[in-house]
């Protein structure tokens, strides 16, 4: 029998068997697995296959990469303590290096597939399973795996677009990659439907409201979709149609660290995977006796014109040991995490983040350019920030750069400076292409300086190949450019 490209996960997770608490439903792992056959018959196990979908994104090998690939060990804000990651560092990744690895990202879409293609029938089966409460659990599971693909796509572009369950392991499996825009075209189509059928909320706590796909999560996703398929317009108006919701907003300064990342689940939460056991996310890497990760050297500057700004010294790092504080302290005292404490919640998207989305598309869009509204955007989130108004030019050069400076400060080590850099970068033809080969300053000493210079030279470089294991197994897939030889 042949070996199949993407790694197939043929049975169900049997999360639960009851929606008992908030605990049950968003932390869980899969424990128990059951045939297919047996398994689609009623609305309880509908339930507990979207579970799993929610809980396969709950495993290391896909909370990790979305902080290694997305995040600051790509860019400039943060090294490795512990070493072992010098190519991603120096955007030298190699096909062979199991980094490259995206098959936790296909078994969480092969789970969501799952649900669309067996859902219906258990809904036939189960007449107290109405059309509404399918409708909606066939959202979420369209809104991870759009999700799940915008994450493949802004690392390796080009990635092959699975939409029907592998439900058998007897059938042959060797998709070939689509383009970006077939991939963004898809996402785009699957979220602007999903908005309509999803919940505002869930009426069962902050961490269901926050942890589960809400139309707040599935319109977040798609305005990033849209802003980085360079849709100003229609990012501008995805974001509003959130922000109309009214369910989500800044929340004051003072409670900037403690709200967001030590309790979780805030006002300003959209969507955050909940973790309660330190075994299921990576957060525990952070710990301050034992740092493998830590800011990069240069972090104080990044504050030092608001030095009482609430997201430097202890609020983001510690300008001490330069640990991580936003993942690994309990207050402004000082006081970190002990190691039985990492249950930190993983945060995808928070309004801050899409008041700034917003106003990157005000900046850029041809139809709906404001610059006005535009800068009253980056000064709310700047203001929360430092208690004194934005001082910039309101010309479009100038509030681009303020944005990009807000949001590194904003979302230091949250996973997405390097999708900044080169959202930035790459417009125009990479006509910016200067802001990642400025990152060479922070990577390279005076013996590899022109060595890792070459490494950020190449456009194609700034995607990932594809792992070297999948093009061995699959003749249809073709190697990404940069890493053909």
């Known amino acids: 029998m042949k070996r199949h490209i993407i790694k197939i996960f043929i049975m169900v997770p049997m999360i639960f068997a009851t929606l008992s608490s908030c605990s049950d439903y968003l932390d869980l792992e899969p424990k128990d697995n059951l045939i297919q056959q047996e398994f689609w018959n009623n609305k309880e196990q509908v339930s507990s296959a979207v579970a799993g979908c929610y809980a396969s994104m709950n495993q290391s090998g896909f909370t990790d990469r979305v902080l290694k690939w997305g995040g600051e060990l790509r860019a400039e804000m943060m090294v490795s303590g512990s070493g072992g990651l010098e190519n991603i560092m120096r955007n030298y990744m190699i096909p062979s290096d199991g980094l490259t690895n995206w098959s936790n990202f296909y078994a969480t879409i092969n789970y969501c597939n799952l649900v669309l293609e067996f859902a219906d029938g258990a809904q036939e089966q189960d007449k107290t399973f109405s059309i509404e409460e399918l409708n909606t659990f066939k959202a979420e599971a369209i809104t991870i795996r759009s999700l799940a ?13 699975v939409l029907t369950a592998t439900s058998t392991n007897q059938i042959d499996f060797y998709p070939a990659k689509n383009t970006e825009e077939e991939i963004l075209t898809q996402i785009i189509n699957d979220l602007t439907l999903a ?34 398929n360079e849709q100003y317009t229609e990012c501008i108006d995805a974001a509003q149609e959130l922000i109309d919701l009214g369910r989500y907003s800044l929340v004051n300064g003072e409670e900037w660290f403690n709200s967001i990342f030590f ?13 309660s056991d330190i075994s299921a996310t990576l957060r525990n890497s952070f710990q301050v006796s034992n740092l493998n990760y830590v800011a990069y050297q240069g972090i104080n500057e990044l504050y030092r014109e608001f030095p009482d700004d609430i997201r430097a010294h202890l609020g983001t790092y510690d300008r001490e040991n330069f640990a991580v504080f936003k993942y690994a302290g309990v207050d402004e005292t000082g006081e970190y995490r002990g190691s ?34 535009a800068y009253q955007l980056i000064n709310d989130v700047h203001m929360r920030a430092v208690s004194a108004p934005l001082d910039v030019s309101r010309d479009e050069s100038s509030l681009l750069n303020a944005l990009l400076l807000e949001r590194q400060k904003e979302f230091a080590f949250e996973g997405k400076r390097w999708y900044d850099l080169l959202r930035f970068a790459r417009r125009d033809n990479f006509a910016n292409q200067e802001l990642i080969l400025s990152l060479v300053d922070f990577k390279a000493g005076a013996d590899d300086y022109e060595q890792i210079l070459s490494y950020y030279s190449d456009p194609d470089s700034y995607f990932l190949p594809i792992y070297q294991n999948e093009i061995n197994l699959n003749d249809n897939l073709v190697q990404n450019p940069f890493y053909e030889n």
């Open 149 to 161: 693909y915008l994450i493949l796509v802004k690392n390796f572009k080009e990635v092959p677009l």
């Open 195 to 228: 908005v309509e059928d999803l919940n505002l909320g869930y009426a069962q706590s902050a961490a269901h409201d926050k942890g589960r796909i809400t139309k707040g999560a599935a319109l977040a996703i798609l305005a990033d979709a849209y802003l980085w």
């Open 263 to 275: 309790e979780g689940n805030s006002d300003e939460g959209i969507f955050e995977l909940q973790f």
């Open 340 to 373: 039985d404490e990492y249950y930190n919640n993983f945060i995808f998207y928070r309004y801050a983040d899409v008041l700034l989305m917003q106003a990157e598309a005000y900046i850029l869009s041809a139809d709906k350019k404001n610059l006005d509204m």
